[in-house]
């Protein structure tokens, strides 16, 4: 066995060897896996093999698409057969809601070059004729679904990883890692210790284990899953082509053909976490004992919905273990605080995903990042405060829901309330209907009088659609407040603070008292943060951005860090208030001697507000006169009795997110992780305004923005004005031009004070003129729009600067 490497990755499933090969296709070939047993011991030898492209997450869909194109040129490159079975796939919709989410998928699939297409019942009939179609409204028909031969694949994986120079070692068994100080380490095994510069955890059911052994929690959790093999079944092999797949979410199945009979899995309710305290390490080929109770609803209702099945013999039970993460996505990508230790594990969907969470890995570790936002699958969407206490209801909920429909705006309740805020009992007794965000309970908006208390998840407006436009009306008519504990928040200290700022931010850095808006690059020029930047002093500097990306940002701090300079996340030491609106000015000069009225936008002062040492900031995220409030969280309390208590007979009222995220429509102001995000550049978005081109320093990124300059993009961030019936925009929604769709929707909703349905969507920049007519398409209608370049609110920026 090679005892030094480049790579080292552990674990031999399907992942480990995706990773392995496409580290070799991108160029490096000193590189090696080592596993345990066999390869394929683990959750890979007993998968189904189903493979399918539909994702709720457009990049998650994209990249499963990649891996289902993979498979053809595996087979190619190696000579073996991954025993493949493009059969083509129907989704089943029972109800209008599960119809909706199938036709907002078909719409995100058209300008992904994805080839589905929504069918009609008597159409479901031609293409899965066993199936019983009472109550069924549609579904939707994926050409590219199918299945495959796990063991044949993993082992083209592996044969082609080889070709490209990788070595594989097989019975050897990780017993620790070990970090040497110069960063690279020492994988010692049961046949030696292996250096190596860098590390991939793709464990798979023992990823918690091998995480541990490096001191990291990985936040996943294996689950008992089964699928069953019926005897031949006539209905099958009297069949002139194969059956295609058939997925059934009201009875949270998968159905397709396996040799002369069929396979039938379930996402059953009660489901059963496995190895709640560690997976054995002597587990791999075995499986679990059958258990027909837990399924017994399950094959009940499958009986109906496939008659067939209740005639065919079972031929054969698979129960084994399966990973899943929180939300069902994988957790892959550098973890934070380890240098060169990767992660790529919690892949539940292996022979959907395996290929695309290989390339992105391998992206990432060879070219510094991937060609596309990866944030649903980054580990670090999960923080330190993670517990395994809080991942096994979490990852129950989400196998539960492995069918279910997903709404935007649905907030799922395993495991709630988690982390909560000074405010959480007071928020809640005035009426909070919460949302959450990184494990932190955020208000969504206030129920008064007979406004619902729980907002019924939709694809259309909700029944908070009158809650928030209240609270709008109260922000823009006087003043409203809300906390600003959700965004991340970090504090630069030491002498080459400022210069270390002016490297890592694009935009300017400013002077003491002043804050600035700025975008920060990749090295490709891609967005990876939006940043609110302010100095107390040369050596001291303040940074906000958003709550649920502060790992993914303090990585990149840790990545590019400098010894004269410290970097603290502080997310949660520092919390307080924003209040906007035309009266805000005057509710804060109440609440403090000192001088507010001379604050001008974008000043930064240290001020005494009540009785609390505050940090205010003139700034708001609504396009409205407004403040920004910071306190020591055990102050927080105190601050918002004196705001409040000043406040109401100015009329202050409680805001929440749904009605920030409507303000914000009003002045066309993006949002992290829709319009910024890592798929998009500055010059795309707009972004490109708070670049600092003149500044003398080679800041990250500069390369490639000042291309953008020099030749602007192809595409264009614009907002249309759209003529909407009961469903707005949320995002990916084609934009049809000309009768083509040549562009798609980041964001949307109802901007209520302009009572304009808005949309924010990419279009090439040749077209974005004001006036152009376009049509969006929304849950399968095509609507009417107008690019408008002239925000409704506030146009000139006088109430916000004024």
Same mark, same amino acid.
């Given at each position: 066995m090679q005892t030094t490497t480049r790579v080292c990755v552990i674990g031999g499933g399907v992942v480990g060897c995706s990773v392995l090969y496409h580290l070799t296709k991108l160029g490096w070939s000193d590189v090696m896996l080592v596993e345990r047993s066999e390869l394929t011991s683990g959750s890979t030898w007993h998968a189904a093999g189903g493979f399918h492209t539909l994702n709720g997450d457009t990049n998650m869909a994209a990249l499963q698409g990649y891996t289902i194109k993979l498979y053809r040129e595996l087979e190619e490159i190696t000579g073996m057969s991954c025993g493949l079975h493009h059969v083509g796939g129907v989704t089943l919709a029972d109800n209008k809601d599960r119809f909706d989410m199938l036709v907002a998928e078909r719409a995100k699939h058209r300008y992904m070059g994805l080839e589905t297409e929504i069918v009609s019942p008597e159409e479901i009939a031609k293409i899965a004729p066993i199936t019983n179609l009472d109550g069924i409204v549609g579904g939707l028909y994926d050409p590219l679904d199918g299945h495959l031969d796990p063991s044949g694949t993993t082992h083209a994986y592996a044969k082609a990883a080889r070709m490209g120079g990788a070595t594989i070692e097989t019975h050897v068994k990780v017993e620790a890692t070990t970090q040497r100080p110069d960063g690279t380490w020492d994988v010692v095994t049961n046949k030696g210790t292996i250096h190596a510069e860098h590390v991939v955890n793709a464990g798979g059911l023992w990823a918690r284990e091998v995480g541990a052994m490096a001191g990291v929690y990985l936040p996943l959790h294996p689950m008992e899953h089964q699928y069953l093999v019926t005897e031949e079944t006539p209905e099958i092999y009297e069949r002139d082509t194969e059956h295609p797949h058939v997925m059934d979410p009201a009875g949270e199945s998968y159905l397709r053909q396996e040799g002369r009979g069929l396979c039938i899995g379930f996402y059953e309710q009660p489901c059963r976490p496995w190895a709640v305290d560690g997976t054995p390490w002597d587990f791999g080929h075995e499986l679990l004992p059958d258990d027909f109770d837990k399924i017994e609803d399950s094959i009940t209702f499958a009986f109906k919905r496939f008659p067939v099945l209740e005639r065919a013999g079972v031929k054969t039970v698979v129960h084994g273990p399966f990973t899943f993460a929180p939300d069902g $996505?994988?957790? =892959?990508?550098?973890?934070?605080?380890l240098r060169n230790y990767w992660s790529a594990c919690g892949v539940m969907a292996g022979f959907s995903q395996g290929g695309g969470v290989g390339l992105m890995l391998a992206q990432w570790m060879i070219e510094g990042e991937t060609e596309r936002d990866t944030f649903a699958m980054d580990v670090s969407r999960f923080g330190n405060w993670i517990t395994p206490g809080y991942t096994r209801p979490k990852?129950?909920? &989400?196998?539960?829901?492995?069918?279910?429909?997903?709404?935007? $705006?649905?907030?799922?309740?395993?495991?709630?309330?988690?982390?909560?805020?000074?405010?959480y009992d007071i928020f809640t007794e005035m009426g909070a209907v919460w949302g959450q965000q990184f494990g932190l309970e955020v208000a969504n908006y206030f129920a008064q009088g007979d406004e619902p208390t729980f907002e019924t998840p939709s694809f259309r407006r909700s029944d908070?659609?009158?809650?928030?436009?209240?609270?709008?009306?109260?922000?823009?008519? /006087?003043?409203?407040? &809300?906390? =600003?504990? $959700?965004? *991340?928040? @970090?504090? =630069?200290? #030491?002498?080459?603070?400022?210069?270390?700022? +002016?490297r890592i931010m694009a935009g300017r850095i400013p002077t003491a008292g002043r804050l600035s808006l700025t975008p920060m690059l990749s090295h490709k020029g891609r967005l990876i943060g939006d940043f609110t930047v302010s100095c107390a002093s040369e050596t001291e500097f303040y940074l906000t951005a958003s709550y649920g990306s502060q790992a993914y940002h303090m990585r990149w701090f840790e990545q590019n860090a400098l010894d004269d300079v410290r970097v603290e996340n502080i997310s949660d030491t520092l919390t307080g208030f924003q209040i906007a *609106?035309?009266?805000?000015?005057?509710?804060?000069?109440?609440?403090?001697? +000192?001088?507010?009225?001379?604050?001008?936008?974008?000043?930064?002062?240290?001020?005494?507000v009540g009785q609390v040492a505050c940090r205010v900031q003139r700034v708001s995220y609504t396009g409205d006169l407004g403040y920004e409030i910071y306190c020591d969280p055990m102050d927080q309390r105190q601050l918002w009795q004196t705001l409040w208590s000043e406040g109401q007979p100015k009329g202050l009222a409680p805001f929440g997110m749904r009605a920030m995220m409507s303000l914000r429509l009003d002045k066309f102001f993006g949002s992290w992780l829709s319009e910024f995000s890592p798929d998009y550049t500055a010059a795309e978005t707009g972004m490109d305004r708070f670049i600092s081109f003149k500044k003398? !320093?080679?800041?990250? *990124?500069?390369?490639?923005?000042?291309?953008?300059?020099?030749t602007p993009p192809h595409r264009q961030?614009?907002?249309?004005?759209?003529?909407?019936? +009961?469903?707005?925009?949320?995002?990916?929604?084609?934009?049809?031009?000309? *009768? !083509?769709?040549? #562009? @798609?929707? !980041?964001?949307? #909703?109802?901007?209520?004070?302009?009572? /304009?349905?808005?949309?924010?969507?990419?279009i090439p920049r040749d077209q974005? /003129?004001?006036?152009? /007519?376009?049509?969006?398409?929304?849950? #399968?209608?095509?609507?009417?729009?107008?690019?408008?370049s002239t925000p409704p609110f506030d146009a000139d920026g006088s109430r916000m600067r004024g």
């Open positions: $996505n994988p957790l =892959v990508g550098p973890v934070l605080g990852v129950i909920e &989400n196998y539960q829901r492995r069918f279910s429909v997903s709404y935007p $705006n649905e907030e799922l309740p395993a495991a709630r309330p988690h982390r909560t805020t000074p405010m908070a659609f009158a809650a928030t436009a209240r609270e709008v009306k109260a922000v823009r008519s /006087k003043a409203g407040i &809300n906390e =600003v504990q $959700n965004f *991340g928040k @970090f504090r =630069v200290t #030491g002498e080459g603070a400022r210069a270390w700022l +002016d *609106g035309p009266l805000a000015r005057d509710i804060l000069q109440a609440c403090t001697r +000192d001088d507010v009225a001379s604050m001008r936008f974008m000043d930064v002062r240290e001020m005494t003398n !320093t080679n800041f990250i *990124g500069r390369k490639a923005a000042e291309a953008e300059r020099a961030l614009c907002a249309f004005e759209v003529d909407a019936d +009961d469903a707005d925009v949320v995002a990916y929604e084609p934009v049809f031009i000309d *009768g !083509t769709v040549q #562009g @798609f929707c !980041t964001s949307g #909703g109802y901007a209520h004070h302009s009572a /304009k349905s808005i949309a924010l969507a990419l974005a /003129k004001d006036g152009l /007519k376009v049509e969006i398409e929304i849950l #399968g209608s095509l609507r009417s729009a107008t690019l408008i």
